[in-house]
Nanobody
Framework: QVQLVESGGGLVQAGGSLRLSCAAS????????MGWYRQAPGKQRGLVAAITSSGTTNYADSVKGRFTISRDNAKNTVYLQMNNLKPEDTAVYYC??????WGQGTQVTVSS
């Protein structure tokens, strides 16, 4: 088990940027899959970006070229850099570790 705490969400205008952080309660070096998911009102939670322990990344088509996921194993932290934000990016963003553990989520709101 690992506890995850997200931070960095907020309100931003379209075209702006935010960086989300996900701090883990223990060493994430042995956790292969770390990812960010999001859930908008009335919609299912879906994958935004994922990164493996070797650094391989995967992105939802809707965020490719705008979002970048990274991990710092020394700090037990995963990041999501979000650029050129759009109103349709508005959602609660959740961090996931190993496809089993979830954070509490952080709200991202993009105004037009």
């Amino acid at each position: 088990q690992v506890q995850l705490v997200e931070s960095g969400g907020g309100l931003v205008q379209a075209g702006g940027s935010l960086r989300l952080s996900c701090a883990a309660s223990r060493n994430i070096r042995t956790i292969n899959a770390m990812g960010w998911y999001r859930q908008a009102p009335g919609k299912q939670r879906g994958l935004v970006a994922a990164i493996t322990s070797s650094g391989t990344t995967n992105y939802a088509d809707s965020v490719k070229g705008r979002f970048t996921i990274s991990r710092d194993n020394a700090k037990n932290t995963v990041y999501l850099q979000m650029n050129n934000l759009k109103p349709e990016d508005t959602a609660v963003y959740y961090c996931n570790a190993g496809l089993q553990n979830w954070g509490q989520g952080t709200q991202v709101t993009v105004s037009s």
